[in-house]
């Protein structure tokens, strides 16, 4: 199975369907701050929610909840990944008939180095991820679900996901916090969540650590222990694919993977990874991204697309490619050089499941 990260685009969002009888503000705000862990614990009774059936859209509310989330900016990792790997969800989220309740991951969520690592094991199916977010059959608005605070409900996926309220009284799901709440489908109702809710399978909270295959912890600042491969500049063992990328003049590009805890990624995922020379980074920016993991990981994410591994021939028929942060690109030919967004590609040969190129310089 290719490992999933989410760059979302429904990637992962967090879905839940549950009821609402109206929705005067229809217009709810897809944004917001982030509120507190959640409080209390120990057993929880099942949730009382709105029967969808009841839910009637204003004549204000045009858009199903896929178009909906499509709108939103901060959702491209969640919309991307649901429309490119999830097609009965997809449909789901458009049918005219459908009554859910979607808790929305931003693309921030998605970012979370320990969600990547925990959506890049194999028997980890990213689909089972999102229906773990989605309720069927109502239509809940924040006002319906604080009233259930200390109950549970049961997801699309199995899965069991609490109501409770945080410290500064606001409303958590599974411990994610609601930053954007009430925003109505014609179908649905969305609410952006601040967290990935992670089944225990993918190391959630409910689970182990996320990690590896071997259900290891991911590697940190300085490349984690790896099998196989050389000896990366922060001293971890490389896997064979990062080695071979080393040995072709992409160190830099090698230290910036370590950083972000990536790991043996590049070995075990059939993913599509564009990764800079070193003459394409700018020195100041490579210091600066690779003195912190997540600011490694958000450049690198603008580098790789996990829908699959192009070998040349596939990548030069494309006229265009989207990246896992949702940003697409054109692909060109230049004289039988292939181009993304005008940077020269040039494949690196490895022996791991992704297709890496060398690129002439950082994708934005």
């Given at each position: 199975m290719i490992k999933k990260y989410f760059a979302l685009s429904l990637i992962s969002a967090s879905l839940l369907a549950v009821g609402c009888s109206s929705d005067d503000d229809d217009e709810g705000d897809m944004g917001g701050g982030t509120t507190g862990a959640t409080t209390g614990g120990?057993?929880?009774?099942a949730s009382v929610l709105p029967d969808g059936a009841e839910y009637m859209a204003s004549a204000e509310t045009t858009l199903n909840l896929l178009e909906l989330a499509s709108s939103v900016d901060d959702l491209s990792t969640l919309v991307s990944t649901v429309a490119n790997n999830c097609d009965d969800l997809a449909a789901a989220l458009a049918d005219a008939d459908a009554r859910l309740t979607v808790f929305a991951p931003s693309n921030a969520a998605f970012a979370d180095a320990a969600v990547t690592a925990a959506l890049a094991v194999d028997d980890v199916d990213v689909c089972d991820v999102v229906a773990g977010h989605v309720i069927n059959n109502s239509v809940a608005s924040a006002t319906d679900l604080s009233s259930q605070v200390?109950?549970?409900?049961?997801t699309l996926a199995g899965t069991t996901v609490a109501i409770a309220q945080a410290d500064?009284?606001?409303l958590t799901?599974?411990?994610a916090g609601v930053v954007g709440a009430d925003n109505f489908a014609t179908n649905g109702v969305a609410h952006v969540i601040d967290t990935v809710l992670l089944p225990a399978s993918a190391g959630g909270s409910d689970g182990g650590e996320p990690g590896g295959e071997d259900g290891g912890e991911?590697?940190?600042d300085d490349g984690g222990e790896t099998t196989?491969?050389?000896t990366g500049a922060g001293g971890g063992e490389l896997g064979a694919s990062l080695t071979a990328v080393q040995t072709a003049g992409n160190t830099e590009f090698v230290q910036l993977w370590q950083t972000a805890s990536l790991g043996l990624a590049l070995d075990d995922n059939a993913w599509t990874v564009f990764a800079p020379s070193n003459d394409g980074i700018d020195d100041g920016v490579f210091a600066t991204v690779n003195a912190d993991q997540a600011s490694a990981f958000n450049l690198l994410n603008g580098h790789i697309i996990t829908s699959g591994a192009l070998d040349s021939d596939a990548l030069d028929a494309l006229s265009t490619v989207t990246v896992n942060n949702g940003t697409e690109y054109a692909v060109g030919n230049d004289d039988g050089v292939i181009t993304v967004n005008g940077l020269s590609v040039t494949q690196i040969g490895i022996t791991g499941n992704a297709t890496v190129y060398s690129i002439d310089g950082v994708l934005q």
């Open positions: 120990g057993q929880v009774t200390g109950t549970s409900f049961t500064d009284g606001g799901i599974g411990g991911p590697g940190g196989g491969g050389g």
